[in-house]
């Protein structure tokens, strides 16, 4: 069967039959309760969805499994000569829920090289688009080209019992994550240098390989593909891209279908288009200023402006988080490491003294610190990879690790369809009326 598919089975199926028992005994036990600004503002905090790869706490920050970003930088097997840790190992510990040894994340580096190889027709389909089309949208395509791989589908088609759906399912996660660093480095090139591709590095890890792929063989950049692979993979189960994975999943389709759908999510300017945003925001801003290098002042006055004109300042504030988002910290350490001269990225550190009090003072924007997307940018602009477009593609590489190895988990747990009620503005104004009338 393979080490880890027995290793998920062997802890996936004892906590579906818990999971079932604790439903029977404790189902109609009540979570919370919820108001009519919830149902109109996108169900905020309502605690609707159960996601075991990851928890987050708005004043601290995502934990993976119960470890924070540094627990994992401490924690996780490292490649050779490298600080940052392998992807390979969160995909694990969100799959199996305990660390891994260095011998199990080879296993699974090799295991995904062994699984690498993208169909043709991925490649001829993604040939037929302009090559202006977003970089975004060619990756939902590719995805999309390659739902004929799905085994879920195939079992499903010949007929399966619902207790094995667990099982197809392990197999095209494993295929698809395995493929997507090979997609979207045809993208990239095709995109930005012509076509010309370069062959993977069966040597390398599955994040090195990457940026091999790409074109970056830097071995700082590497460290920067691991930790950012890892930092990006998941933000526990409501966030757009999770939750219309998990969404999408839930009607059993499988995980080439759902996944798209997640990726759909991610490439609004919201969510993780935000990281493209930001740099756009910033070169704007330089060239508006005529400076590479604008100080506080300049960089003040154009919030403001950008916040008059009603437009958002990307790569600040948050659904949940209300205070500085780990994964922005994580990068600005390894800034500090590896670039702490660089002009844009000490522009990106300015943003980060200036912004957080004049969002504050708005009154309304409820978290004024920089996500995610604040910074990881400037790091790709750093070592040369320029071309913003690209940007969300790198976040949904790594998103593929958390969402897809929720699905696994969405499959074994047997989690139902999901169809939460809605309701008109009508229905609202006359249980308004009613409930007026009662107080
Ligand atoms: N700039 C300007 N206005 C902002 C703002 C920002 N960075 N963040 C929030 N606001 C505004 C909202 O638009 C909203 O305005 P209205 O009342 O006029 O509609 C008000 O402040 C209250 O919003 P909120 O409750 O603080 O924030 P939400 O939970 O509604 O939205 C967002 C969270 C992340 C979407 C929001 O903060 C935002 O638009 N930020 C900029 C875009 C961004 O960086 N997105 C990436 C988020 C992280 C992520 O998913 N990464 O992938």
Redesign the pocket.
Known sequence: MGILKDKFKSVALPMAAEVKAMIKEHGDMPLGTYTIDQAY??M?SIMALVTETSLLDSEEGIRFRGYTIPELQEKLPKAQDCTEPLPEGLFYLMLIGELPDSKMVEHISSAWMRRSIVPLHVFTALNELPPHTHPMTQFSIAIMAMQTESIFAKKYREGINKKDYWDPMFEDVMTLIARLPRVAAYIYRRTYHDGKHIEPDPQLDWAANFAHMLGFDDPSFKSLMRLYMTIHAD?EGG??SAHSTHLVGSALSDAYLSFTAGMNG?AG????L??Q??IRWVMQMQKEIGSTSPTEEQIAAYIQR??TEG?????????VLRKTDPRFTAQMEFAKKYCPNDELVNTIWRIYKVAPPI?EN?G????PWP????HSGSLLVHYGLVEEDFYTVL?GVSRALGVLTSLCWDRALGLGIERPKSITTEWVKAFIAKNKVKA
């Open positions: 503002g996108g905020k933000h966030n757009v991610l300017p919201l969510h993780g935000a990281n945003e930001v950008t916040l437009k958002v300042v990307p790569g600040y504030g948050h659904a969002l708005t309304k924007i409820k978290n996500n995610v997307d604040a976040f």
